[in-house]
């Protein structure tokens, strides 16, 4: 029986103001996280409206855990997601996916 094994996101401290710039690079770049083709949030430019406008994240997600987890692999939690499961299908490491996080909370 194989077993998954998610990475769990890190003991985080207060982002950088690098950190948040990395995310903010990962979450509108078309080769990298592409935030934006689905999500509508402050500085995205052509936002999509596929998933839910990502205004005040960090309210509306306030357990960090389970905000990796849904950018880790949605898919477990929603198997009706269109959301592509980005850590589980390693399109971004958690590095990249904490880095997102990091930037979507100052949204």
């Not at 979450?27 to 689905?38: D, P």
Request: aromatic letters at 6%.
């Amino acid at each position: 029986m194989g077993l998954a094994v998610a990475a769990s996101p890190a003991v985080v401290l207060a982002a950088t103001p690098q950190q948040i710039a990395a995310g903010e690079t990962i979450a509108t770049t078309k080769s990298l996280g592409n935030c934006a083709a689905c999500h509508s949030f402050a500085g995205a430019v052509e936002p999509g409206n596929v998933g839910p406008t990502l205004k005040n994240v960090k309210a509306m997600m306030p357990d960090r855990k389970t905000f990796y987890a849904i950018v880790f692999d949605e898919q477990a939690r929603n198997p009706q997601t269109v959301m592509p499961a980005f850590g589980k299908n390693l399109i971004l490491t958690p590095k990249q996916i904490n880095e997102v996080i990091d930037f979507l909370y100052t949204k």
